[in-house]
């Protein structure tokens, strides 16, 4: 079935490094990958998204980029801060099936200070 | 604008005991959605609506029950309630096409002892 891989699963970085986390998905139809963050007991909250036309958008120290030849996208943080950590999951939607959001597993990015 | 509403936020239960959990959207979305969330874990999909009087299961329906009888309302019945269902449940919304973006509710943790 459709499914959405994510990697690595823990991630920790040093304060001020920048941190890269992948996800490849199988439905070549899927056109709409945001990322959520989620922060320890709270509700995941969208952070940034990119859609199929798009190669690379950026938003301040988060940018994400898509390559769908090899169906994968990335979420890069650059100059990391402690308020960072947080797990974050990616996603994928086709447009032809919105209810059909799948997420990755996530990842526990831990900044060190 | 209160967003997605969820209550209770905690809730204890015994084995085999029911209970409902509400959920409500003042967006006027469309789609509605019933994650539970383990410790540790990623999001799995319980149910989904697309709109009223429409349902339709997702990943993990076994022991749970929804009706959508209004735009704004989305409540999740646990049956007989099983030690298996301690998690956290999120209820979400959005509206494909013009709005993909996922907004969640602050989430219901329940154990079943």
């Known amino acids: 079935g459709e499914n959405v891989e994510q990697h690595p699963s823990t991630l920790s970085v040093q304060e001020g490094d920048s941190a890269v986390i992948k996800c490849t998905y199988s439905d070549s139809a899927s056109n709409y990958f945001p990322w959520y963050k989620q922060e320890l007991g709270k509700r995941p909250q969208l952070i940034i998204d990119?859609?199929?036309?798009?190669g690379e958008k950026k938003d301040q120290r988060i940018a994400v980029t898509l390559n769908k030849t090899a169906k994968h996208f990335s979420l890069h943080i650059t100059e990391t801060q402690p308020e960072d950590s947080a797990v974050y999951f990616c996603?994928?939607?086709?447009?032809?099936?919105?209810?059909?959001?799948?997420f990755g597993s996530g990842t526990r990015l831990s900044i060190r200070p | 604008n209160a967003g997605v509403t969820q209550t209770p936020k905690f809730r204890i239960l015994k084995i085999g005991q029911s209970m409902t959990l509400q959920c409500t959207q003042d967006m006027n979305h469309n789609y509605m959605y019933w994650y539970r969330q383990d410790p540790g874990m990623g999001l799995k999909l319980i149910y989904y609506?697309?709109?009223?009087?429409?349902?339709d299961k997702g990943e993990v329906p076994n022991g749970y029950n929804v009706s959508r009888s209004t735009t704004e309302d989305f409540p999740l019945r646990l049956e007989l309630a099983a030690p298996s269902q301690t998690s956290v449940y999120f209820c979400a919304s959005n509206e494909p096409p013009g709005q993909y973006t996922i907004y969640f509710g602050e989430g219901s943790w329940l154990t079943v002892v």
């Open positions: 996603a994928a939607t086709p447009y032809s099936s919105a209810s059909k959001i799948i």
């Open positions: 609506s697309v709109g009223a009087g429409i349902t």
């Open positions: 990119i859609r199929s036309n798009v």
